[in-house]
């Protein structure tokens, strides 16, 4: 069965470091989304992309965090620097352009930022 | 402003039970609704969604109703399993492709 792909699993890093994290979403899904789950919250939206495209980052706190799609495959998260309250679980979620509104999860890095 | 809301953070039921979850929401312009379930260290697992369109939705043993008056969805598990010991999330959506909106989840215990 098909799944979203994510790496690291886990991250430590210390506050002011730059951390990235990688996502890779069920082959031909068009678009994908990055969350951020803080411990006893819902997922919060990041930023989607369609394609290479951003379609909604107004989420996104971009003085210090970066999303790319370059080739509409893969995605790379960067946070720089990190701070002590990004630290939460980060997911990647991708769903078929067309169809149902099912998005379908990674298994998300969680960052501690000490 | 939460959108979405599971007011009860956790549920205990005994193996073999029903299990109900609740979640409410605001924005009359969600029109798409979904489960997830999700263990410690995963990712949200897709469970069953509902289109606005329709009040149920079954698969297996996961019931999901829709109450658009009221604003209001729960998900029914019927029997309940010790397996099925997990956080579970409602998210809504408002348009196709369109971000998920999620409450805050329900842990959900199931003892043997």
Redesign the interface.
């Known amino acids: 069965e098909a799944e ?1 792909a ?1 790496s690291p ?1 886990y991250k430590i890093t210390e506050k002011s470091q730059a951390v990235a994290f990688w996502c890779d979403p069920i082959s031909g899904h068009a ?1 994908l ?1 990055w969350y951020r789950q803080i411990l ?6 990041l930023v ?1 992309f ?1 394609d290479e495209s951003v379609v ?1 980052d107004s989420q996104l706190p971009k003085d210090r965090f970066s999303a790319e799609r370059l080739k509409g495959v893969d995605s790379t998260l960067k946070i720089q620097p990190a701070e002590l309250g990004d630290s939460a679980m980060y ?1 990647c ?1 991708s ?1 078929v ?2 169809v ?9 890095t ?1 960052l501690t930022v000490l | 402003d939460q959108q979405v809301k599971q007011n009860s953070p956790s549920l205990s039921v005994q193996e073999g039970r029903i299990s109900i979850l609740n979640c409410d929401y605001t924005n009359s312009m969600f029109d798409y609704f979904l489960w997830y379930k999700k263990y410690p260290a995963e990712g949200p697992t897709f469970l069953i969604s509902i289109s606005s369109i329709k009040d149920k939705n079954e698969d297996g043993r996961f019931t999901v109703f829709l109450n658009k008056s009221a604003k209001h969805l729960s998900l029914h598990i019927v029997p309940s399993q010790p397996g099925d010991s997990a956080v579970y999330f409602c998210a809504a959506s408002a348009g196709a492709g369109n971000m998920l909106t999620f409450g805050g989840g329900t842990r959900l215990m199931v003892k043997p």
């Open positions: 979203v994510q699993r678009t989304y006893g919250q819902g997922p919060e939206l989607q369609q909604d997911l979620a769903r352009a067309g149902a509104d099912t998005q379908y999860f990674g298994p998300g969680r």
